[in-house]
Nanobody, 126 residues
């Protein structure tokens, strides 16, 4: 049974930073392609960033490019999302997602991810 547990969300002022963590268990972590999604009230769950199994390839949504950094530590079975220069429009529930993937590269589509965390709330005040 694969489990993903996020942490690190909270309330921060605009311009501030947060680092989200997601610890995976139940399967060899290096077999997972990983992603971070977010969902604001009344909106779809959208991809924020994705990372390949090795960590050598990453993808960012245009809205976060240059401000957010995704990374992973396979030895710790953890993926991170460093969020800098936060804006009120970044307010959302952030979800960690994983899927077993036998190729290099990252995955962009929500339906390609099989495992999801419970989500962590990020609130950015103006």
């Amino acid at each position: 049974q694969v489990q993903l547990v996020e942490s690190g969300g909270g309330l921060v002022q605009a311009g501030g930073s947060l680092r989200l963590s997601c610890v995976a268990s139940g399967r060899t972590f290096s077999s997972f392609a990983m992603g971070w999604f977010r969902q604001a009230p009344g909106k779809e769950r959208d991809l924020v960033a994705a990372i390949s199994r090795s960590g050598s390839s990453t993808y960012y949504a245009d809205s976060v490019k240059g401000r957010f950094t995704i990374s992973r530590d396979n030895a710790k079975s953890t993926v991170y999302l460093q969020m800098n220069s936060l804006k009120p429009e970044d307010t959302a529930v952030y979800y960690c997602a994983a899927t077993i993937y036998y190729s290099s590269g990252y995955l962009l589509l929500r339906d390609e991810y099989n495992y999801w965390g419970q989500g962590t709330q990020v609130t950015v005040s103006s």
